[in-house]
């Protein structure tokens, strides 16, 4: 039985992240919100794999944190996207392109 929710592809979420945080700083709730919110509820990302993400890409300096008060008045760590984090993003969404081009010449091919 197919899904309405999608899994992501192995090596999506980091670029997914970037992407979102490149938009504007947020935390990790909200983070998991917009990917929701923009994909129009086809993809989830769980806690499980966001926040070792987020703790993966600001150990490869492609984001920075810090604490501050969030829209509900508690503090929250929000993440900004580096120079080399902004340059990754870049790499990533050609290499995504390049995949997905692929995956569109094949799914074309007729029988």
Do not use: C
């Amino acid at each position: 039985m197919a899904s309405d929710k999608s899994d992501l592809l192995q090596g999506t979420l980091d670029m997914l992240v970037l992407k979102i945080i490149a938009l504007e700083p947020a935390h990790g709730y909200g983070i998991a919100q917009r990917i929701q919110q923009i994909s129009r509820e086809v993809l989830q990302v769980q806690q499980g794999s966001l926040y070792p993400a987020l703790h993966r890409l600001e150990k490869r300096g492609w984001l920075k944190a810090e604490w501050r008060a969030s829209e509900t008045g508690r503090d929250a760590k929000f993440y900004t996207l580096t120079r080399t984090g902004r340059k990754q993003l870049g790499e990533e969404a050609a290499n995504w392109d390049r995949l997905a081009g692929a995956v569109e010449l094949i799914m074309r091919t007729s029988e």
